[in-house]
């Protein structure tokens, strides 16, 4: 298959061949024909299947035929959220790319620049908008942008919109759409409150999902360590001393850990800051760079904010908290291994996330290495507080390390 397949405009065609592209990704092959008939979409899809163009270009082809119908509408046909300024930016850049040969109008409205270089592209007239929710509300309470005439919308990155707090954001801009539109919603995940959201206004969405990723990168090395909860900070450290390890990408759950984690870690001198949804973009964007440019040793994220996080040559990813959703575990680990690379990833596992444990040994189909040879270690196929055997050895190893460390006091689990 081809995009020459669907009925697309030469303009269109041409633009993606000056780009090398030529077959369609599973998640093309699926989207595109849908949304060419006009049917509302929910699409589940990671970052970096393809999925931006899989609903720029066929808005691209309404747009086109809108322009080439006897009544062409010289308003805003189109309209896409997304929940960060460099995503929106990212969106805007295939807009542009695909729709270059057809003198595509667009513009990206979000925070951290001039307000007045945006009022300007919107009085020339645009086609498309690409916003983030906090500066295209503002811009509709001035008057500036009125979404009455909006016949295409998408909310890309459904799940980290939720993450970061913009539901009612969300809600407010589509409660000023019209009825009569099409409505497209992608997410990496769909749990129950992103479903809900969704339900909330597509009509009858054709469901479409990309190819499942299944098994991790060949030469991303697998370490799992097995260990009580309140000891998975002392153990991070103890893996940061003893491997020396550098650059370092941990992996939480929630928010809250993320900051517990890098806080305790800066204490005890290992330059960490935490990222996630809670953070202002402002320092989102500092952290990450600072991170890029190994200023920081160790950076904590969850899921949703490490999203698109693309480091070169990242030789370490933790899992301090084991994902719920096993896909997550593939993704996270193949942020390290990449270009031909070799990449190491450590994972802590305590009783409570043995089920979680178990799914992703089903979905990657093989064996991660149990390291047992350090303090913290407990065997699960037997009680945490066992006293005897190979756990009354890691609770002994384990206080002389914490006597050891020179003087300072490491409150576990703070």
């Known amino acids: 298959m081809t995009f020459n397949n669907w009925e697309l405009s030469k303009h269109i065609l041409d633009a993606l061949a000056q780009q090398g592209y030529v077959t369609p990704t599973p998640i093309q092959q699926k989207a595109i024909p849908a949304i060419l008939e006009n049917k509302d979409v929910l699409g589940c899809a990671q970052t970096g299947t393809g999925k931006t163009a899989a609903f720029v270009i066929p808005l691209l082809q309404h747009i086109y035929t809108k322009r080439n119908s006897a009544v062409p509408n010289t308003a805003v046909s189109t309209l896409i959220v997304s929940p960060t300024r460099e995503l929106a930016i990212q969106i805007g850049e295939t807009v542009e790319n695909c729709g270059k040969l057809m003198n595509i109008r667009h513009t990206v409205i979000c925070g951290g620049v001039p307000q007045f270089r945006q009022l300007n592209a919107l009085r020339r007239g645009v086609d498309i908008i690409v916003a983030t929710p906090g500066r295209l509300i503002d811009l509709m309470r001035q008057g500036h942008i009125n979404l009455q005439k909006i016949e295409h919308f998408v909310l890309d990155e459904a799940d980290r919109m939720l993450d970061m707090g913009f539901v009612n954001d969300i809600k407010h801009i589509i409660s000023k759409l019209p009825q009569k539109r099409q409505s497209l919603f992608f997410s ?97 964007q500092a952290t990450l760079s600072k991170f890029k440019n190994r200023q920081l040793r160790v950076l904590v994220a969850t899921d949703i904010a490490a999203r698109g996080i693309d480091i070169d040559q990242l030789p370490y990813v933790i899992n301090y908290d084991l994902p719920e959703v096993p896909e997550t575990y593939i993704h996270r680990i193949g942020r390290t291994g990449r270009a031909g690379s070799s990449g190491i990833s450590y994972s802590f596992c305590d009783w409570s996330e043995k089920i979680a444990l178990s799914d992703i040994q089903k979905l990657i189909k093989t064996p991660i290495t149990v390291e047992s040879n350090h303090p913290f270690h407990i065997p699960l196929i037997a009680p945490a507080v066992s006293s005897s055997g190979s756990t009354a050895n890691a609770a002994a190893s384990r206080n002389n390390f914490m006597r050891r460390r020179s003087g300072k006091t490491f409150m576990q689990g703070r």
């Open 188 to 284: 990496a995940t769909m749990d129950a409150a992103t479903l809900q959201l969704a339900n909330s206004f597509l009509r009858s969405p054709i469901q479409i999902e990309a190819d499942r990723i299944s098994s991790p990168a060949e030469q991303v090395e697998q370490y799992l360590f097995y260990t009580e909860k309140q000891n998975k900070q002392s153990l991070l450290v103890h893996l940061l001393e003893t491997k020396d390890l550098h650059t370092v990408l941990v992996f939480t759950q929630m928010k809250h850990t993320a900051d517990r984690v890098a806080r305790n870690l800066s204490r005890q001198g290992i330059q960490s800051e935490a990222i996630h949804g809670d953070k202002g973009q402002n320092n989102r």
